[in-house]
């Protein structure tokens, strides 16, 4: 009897202590995964907006856009093609419209520094990003009307232009993702873009009046641009 009495307390003493020690075990598991290392590797897409100054070799303008990308995340590395719209205007309080552009290009993008999650919070990283791309650009620049001052309205064209940034990105992972998508982010950068061989024929117009430019010197041997960008970013 008294071994009898014994099993019985131990098989009670069981049945009451297991399942409490695995619950405890799953709460911790369940807590230390919105701290875990953050792994991003998989397909990408980001959308956005560009705005800046266009320094050209002729005229300058102010550039404002949008970008769509897709591409696939490596790690720290993302590869992506790149296509954006942009719109030009007068650089200055003016909203002159002056042409539109469309680009087509790609991008390497580094993330050199990460903040993980026991320092931004819960699934949550932030990371110092470095990118080099090159593109294609074409631009299309409108002739002037009849109600406006004399300008001067560039050929137009197609030419190659590379950059480098830098930005930062809060990232964010969903701690039971459904697949759409798997992580989401706000990446914020900084662009510096140069184009060599940007098209230097243009025109002097006076209203619809329209005569082919001399060969007056450039403002400046290369074109340049900075550009300001804001993005958002979903990974799967």
């Known amino acids: 009897m008294r071994g009898t009495s014994l099993a019985t307390w131990a098989a009670l003493c069981l049945a009451v202590t297991l399942p409490r020690a695995g619950w405890a075990e799953d709460s911790l598991a369940a807590g230390a995964a919105a701290y875990a290392p953050h792994h991003t590797w998989g397909p990408t897409v980001r959308v956005g907006t560009t705005v800046g100054p266009v320094y050209g070799r002729r005229l300058d303008a102010q550039a404002v856009g949008g970008t769509v990308a897709a591409g696939q995340r490596l790690g720290r590395v993302t590869l992506e093609v790149e296509l954006a719209y942009l719109a030009?205007?007068?650089l200055g309080p003016s909203s002159l419209a002056l042409g539109e552009a469309l680009r087509l290009g790609g991008i390497v993008r580094a993330d050199v520094l990460r903040v993980g999650s026991a320092w931004v919070g819960p699934n949550s990283m932030l990371a110092l990003t470095t990118e080099v791309g090159a593109a294609r650009q074409h631009d299309t620049w409108y002739p002037a009307?009849?109600?406006?001052?004399p300008r001067v309205v560039l050929d137009g064209g197609t030419h190659s232009e590379a950059h480098v940034g830098v930005g930062v990105m809060i990232d964010h992972r969903f701690e039971r993702p459904r697949g759409i998508p798997n992580r989401v982010g706000w990446l914020l950068g900084w662009r510096l873009n140069g184009a060599p061989d940007?098209?230097?024929?243009?025109?002097?117009c006076r209203g619809v009046a329209?005569?082919?430019?001399?060969?007056t010197p450039?403002?400046?041997?290369y074109q340049t641009s900075l550009q300001f960008t804001s993005n958002l970013a979903f990974s799967w």
Not at 210 to 215: D, I, K, L, P
Not at 218 to 221: D, I, N, S, V
């Open 88 to 90: 030009f205007q007068e």
């Open 145 to 149: 009307t009849a109600n406006e001052v």
């Open 198 to 204: 940007a098209p230097t024929g243009y025109a002097v």
């Open 210 to 215: 329209c005569a082919a430019g001399g060969t």
């Open 218 to 221: 450039m403002r400046r041997e």
